[in-house]
């Protein structure tokens, strides 16, 4: 049974930095990724990682968010950097076989974890 426990999420001030992990249990995935869903908005993707660590990011977070894996402990990371109340959301970690930046394309999901950016 394949599960996905992320942890990291809380308050921080704008600017300010957050560290994002995701332990997976049951199954090594090719691909592992970072999801968000902002208030009445619709999810989003964020960025992920391949296992040979290929990383693909959205645009907005580029330059300030970093992916990272450790394959030896099946978790990806999401160190997030100069933070905006814009990237306020609930961000889920998901993996897959195969690359995709749309939601319906990712196999397995964690349940979320929020993160509040304040002004």
């Known amino acids: 049974q394949v599960q996905l426990v992320e942890s990291g999420g809380g308050l921080v001030q704008a600017g300010g930095s957050l560290r994002l992990s995701c332990a997976v249990s049951g199954r090594a995935f090719s691909v592992m990724g970072w999801f968000r869903q902002a208030p009445g908005k619709e999810r989003e993707f964020v960025a992920d990682i391949s296992w040979t660590g290929t990383t693909t990011y959205y645009d907005s977070v580029k330059g300030r968010f970093t992916i990272s894996r450790d394959n030896a402990k099946n978790t990806v990371y999401l160190q997030m950097n100069s933070m905006k109340p814009e990237d306020t959301a609930v961000y889920y970690c998901?993996?897959?076989?195969?690359?995709?930046?749309?939601?319906?394309?990712?196999?397995?999901w964690g349940k979320g974890t929020l993160v509040t950016v304040s002004s």
């Open positions: 998901a993996v897959t076989r195969s690359r995709s930046q749309d939601p319906t394309g990712m196999d397995y």
